[in-house]
């Protein structure tokens, strides 16, 4: 079967990214990772046709596994009875020493662990980047705001 689309798709499955832009915005990110997915057929087919979203996605320990709650992976369209579940919980994969290592940060100071975005490599594999990050506060938020708004002016005033 020869789907326009799906040809298209895999020419430019380098450049696909799932970005959370809310967690830039909420959290203060100390640590960044880069972890495998544990994804069933569909669940990739979906991500490469850019159906997934991060909003309220987090990562959570079980049984010292690192997991992905809340990310959402459309059902696949040509998917059949087999289709994936969109919400469930997906296992991400680090090494013992990274997941030790993000455990004990987490346990210690009350930090939290956010997906920031989900990729597709070069080799088709998907691929999340998660943080390790401190919630900002109100006035956080608003110090952020103020020096982009800065910053955006002194690029105009420059290319002026």
């Known amino acids: 079967m020869n789907l326009p689309g799906i040809r298209k798709m895999k020419r430019q499955s380098g450049n696909i990214v799932i970005k959370n832009r809310k967690a830039s915005h909420d959290y203060e990110f100390l640590e960044k990772f880069t972890a495998g997915m544990v994804l069933t057929g569909t669940e990739i087919k979906s991500i490469r046709l850019g159906k997934a979203a991060l909003v309220d996605s ?3 320990f079980s ?4 997991f992905i709650r809340g990310m959402h992976i459309a059902e696949y369209y040509w998917g059949n009875l ?3 579940d969109p919400v469930r919980d997906r296992k991400l994969l680090l090494t013992k020493r990274e997941l ?3 455990e004990r940060k ?3 100071s009350g930090l939290t662990i956010i997906a920031t975005k989900v990729f597709i490599t070069g080799k088709g594999l998907a691929k999340a980047e998660i943080a390790i990050a401190r919630g900002k506060k109100e006035y956080d938020k608003r110090e952020t705001i103020k020096r982009r708004d800065s ?6 005033m420059m290319k002026k």
């Open 58 to 60: 987090y990562c959570f």
């Open 63 to 66: 049984n010292s596994e690192l």
């Open 82 to 84: 087999n289709n994936h």
């Open 100 to 102: 030790r290592r993000i």
């Open 106 to 108: 987490v346990k210690e």
């Open 151 to 156: 910053e955006r002016e002194l690029d105009r």
